[in-house]
């Protein structure tokens, strides 16, 4: 059996090294019987973050070069080029406890037909070390975390509509990945949005998102450049079906 | 003292804002509630704690609101809720990054801690009235700010009432009203809504800011076929930011009925008909204000014009208000119904007062902030007679009906009153005169002279004196008829009809 580890890079610089670290440490931890491969799109990605990617992920990983302007069509790209039998979605900017890819695999070979996320996300925000403190704390810091349970509400076909209850980061069997593909973004429709999109159809489908106990999330907020921020000032809806 | 007290409810105020992510436009009344329904659940504290400090040599209080679940039954607490294992993860991790840690070590044993299914507190929705509204499927969604206020409001009534004529199942979302109560004032609403779902925006969406983003998830959510946004801030804001992913799955409608300027506050279409996305069409019930639309408009946007509807009396029942009207002396009295504000122009009414000392006024209508003495209304000719529903007044009492405003789109009390068989004298207001003749409604020029008005009126109504019995009953039914072709509730629906399908 075959784990493929998809990540998409687009502008995440000298982030690429964490994420490099992270997930090193991940794979160190997978079970000896499984094997695995890491595949990295370079969608449009500037020339710092190409030559970061190529210099940390050259020895262990296949690099593309694409041009979708969008990480769900890159995904997909990733995924037809993927040859396990189960899926990881990463994001290039992320980093992950490393227990995550063990223990959702563990789930995920139990249980095929559902997709796993991490139990818990920690946001953490950069912008939180130019905060005035006080006793080591200051009551101004954003970073926080989002614990993330399977449950009627968060697999709910109608309430999923207007709350994304789980990110894009997950673990599934690969088709479940072909059988529902990620939406591009389409800026003339303003739909998009593409982890809400897919968390929207599969649930739809009646495919049931399940949190990994102890496993951690940690995602990057960014003062610029966030895909949300984006999202929400162009008016970008998801897609429904 | 009281200043000191005053700084520091203030500060605490801002300071909940921020924690709970509400806007710091809103009233302190908002936070108040914001609290009692959201915050004490969230854990939120809306008293903080407080700690003296010194640092870069001085001495400073800090007040932190700490977070905790503790309050919540049924939900693990902050300490079972994030693992050591994970903690310790999170450490780990910060040695590869070490940004991770922004906020700090110490910090980070307090981290707040949200539930990705806490709808309730984090999302912006009151988890089982979203869930019940999204179960149920609607065709038509209509929002307003409120359920009762002015003119507009009865123009939707009808459109809401015509949408459910067409089967349509109707949802009906009041962004500003806060709550209703059938039975009481504030719950009053109009017949028209009768058949549809009425819900306020305040009722679905948990958050005491009013996010346009919010209520355009919901209104994707639920994809009815139409949506139409009716003179709410909240639903244009959404219209100009999500228009365009909207329409994907809905024909999208917003109503403007004037484009004056002139008034307390510019109307809605000064500041949105150019900067909503062109595949929301624009629909007014006047053809002036759809012809200033369109000469700014720039997108090839639809426009549609229908007008009001208004009960028509059957011939029969008008002819026998004729022969009332024929068979009776004339009374010296005039009505006059309105708004009792400035803007509906009681300074011309309290001039021509002055002018035909002869008449008695007869003024309908709900007193809004100005007292009647402010408005020069409290003169002997002028009596007040209060709120009536128009078919509670027996127009044969009167020798004519005065409509004094000052802007307007198409007014719809000169509609129902053309119905009563009485002589209309008006200031030549909105789109009245491109609807009716000069002698159907009598029109008077406006002006920024009250006085000039007055007298315009006052020679209109002398005018009308003269008229002999025949020559007033053929002006009479030439505005009857002017009315039932234009304002039937059958050419309404056909109009609407034309601009949904």
């Known amino acids: 059996m075959r784990l493929s580890i998809l990540l998409t890079f687009n502008s995440e610089g000298s982030y690429v090294f964490a994420t490099q670290k992270a997930l090193l440490r991940m794979i160190e931890k997978l079970p000896q019987n499984f094997d695995h491969e890491v595949l990295v799109a370079l969608d449009r990605a500037d020339e710092f973050t190409t030559q970061e990617v190529k210099k940390r992920f050259g020895q262990q990983a296949t690099v593309f070069v694409t041009n979708f302007g969008n990480p769900g069509e890159a995904r997909n790209f990733l995924v037809d080029k993927s040859k396990g039998e189960f899926i990881s979605i990463l994001d290039g900017d992320d980093l992950w406890s490393d227990n995550w890819l063990a223990c959702a695999l563990e789930m995920a070979v139990l249980s095929p037909g559902k997709i796993f996320h991490p139990e818990i996300a920690f946001y953490f925000y950069e912008s939180d070390i130019d905060l005035p403190f006080a006793r080591g704390a200051s009551p101004f810091s954003k970073s926080h975390f989002v614990v993330h349970q399977a449950n009627g509400m968060s697999n709910s076909e109608h309430m999923t509509k207007v709350v994304n209850f789980w990110t894009a980061h997950c673990l599934a069997s690969k088709s479940i990945f072909k059988a529902i593909p990620y939406k591009p973004n389409n800026r003339i429709l303003a739909l998009g949005i593409e982890d809400w999109s897919w968390n929207i159809a599969t649930i739809g489908r009646g495919i049931e998102h399940e949190s990994v106990p102890n496993t951690v999330h940690c995602i990057r907020v960014k003062r610029q450049g966030s895909l949300n921020a984006l999202n929400n000032s162009e008016g970008t809806l998801p897609w429904l079906e | 003292m009281l200043e000191f007290i005053r700084a520091s409810l203030t500060y605490l105020i801002r300071r909940y804002k921020a924690q709970a992510g509400i806007s710091q436009k809103q009233s302190a009344l908002r936070v108040l509630l914001h609290y009692l329904i959201t915050g004490r659940r969230r854990g939120l504290l809306l008293l903080p704690k407080g700690k003296f400090f010194s640092a870069n040599r001085s001495l400073g209080i800090h007040f932190s609101f700490p977070t905790t679940r503790d309050g919540e039954a049924g939900k693990k607490s902050e300490t079972t809720a994030i693992s050591a294992i994970v903690r310790n993860e999170v450490r780990a991790l910060a040695k590869l990054d070490p940004s991770v840690l922004s906020m700090g070590r110490e910090q980070f044993d307090k981290a707040p801690i949200f539930f990705s299914d806490d709808v309730w507190g984090n999302s912006g929705f009151f988890p089982v009235e979203t869930a019940k509204l999204l179960m149920s499927e609607f065709d038509s969604v209509v929002v307003v700010p409120h359920f009762v206020i002015g003119g507009a409001d009865k123009y939707t009534a009808a459109l809401v009432s015509a949408l459910t004529d067409f089967n349509k199942r109707v949802l009906v979302v009041a962004t500003l009203q806060e709550s209703f109560i059938p039975g009481n004032i504030a719950g009053t609403v109009l017949e028209g809504y009768g058949k549809a779902t009425l819900r306020t925006w305040a009722s679905i969406n948990s958050a005491m800011e009013l996010r346009e983003d919010y209520l355009a998830r919901f209104l994707h959510a639920l994809s009815p076929r139409e949506i139409f946004v009716i003179n709410s801030e909240l639903g244009l804001d959404m219209l100009v930011k999500f228009g365009t992913a909207l329409s ?143 078919s509670q007044i027996d127009f044969s009492l009167y020798d004519c009906f005065i409509f004094t405003s000052l802007f307007e789109g198409n007014p719809n009390v000169v509609l129902e009153v053309a119905c009563e068989a009485i002589p209309i004298v008006s200031t030549d207001v909105g789109s009245l005169s491109t609807q009716f003749s000069s002698n159907q409604v009598h029109f008077v020029p406006l002006n920024s002279d009250p006085r000039t008005v007055a007298a315009g009126f006052r020679d209109a109504i002398v005018k009308l004196e003269k008229l002999d019995s025949s020559q007033s009953e053929e002006y009479l039914i030439s505005l009857f008829q002017n009315v039932n072709r234009n304002n039937s509730t059958e050419v309404f629906h056909e109009g609407l009809k034309r601009m949904i399908h």
């Not at chain 2, 004037?258 to 069409?281: C, H, N, W």
């Not at chain 2, 000469?295 to 090839?300: K, L």
């Not at chain 2, 006024?361 to 809004?368: M, Y």
């Open chain 2, 248 to 390: 994907n799955k809905s024909k999208i409608y917003t109503y403007f009925f004037s484009m004056d300027t002139d008034t307390f506050i510019a109307q809605y279409g000064v500041r949105y008909a150019r900067i909503l996305p062109k595949q929301i069409e624009i629909a007014s019930d006047n053809q002036v204000t759809i012809s200033k639309l369109r000469n700014f408009d720039a997108t090839n946007r639809i426009f549609h014009c229908i007008p009001a509807p208004v009960e028509i009396p059957h011939e029969e029942t008008y002819a026998t208000k004729i022969e009332t009207r024929r068979t009776r002396d004339k009374t010296k009295k005039i009505i006059w119904i309105s708004r009792v504000e400035k803007f509906k122009g009681t300074e011309i009414l309290s001039n021509l007062a002055d002018e035909l000392e002869e008449y008695e006024f007869h003024v309908f209508g709900p007193l809004q902030t100005e007292s009647r003495r402010s408005l020069g209304l409290r003169k002997r000719n002028i009596v007040y007679k209060g709120e009536k529903h128009i």
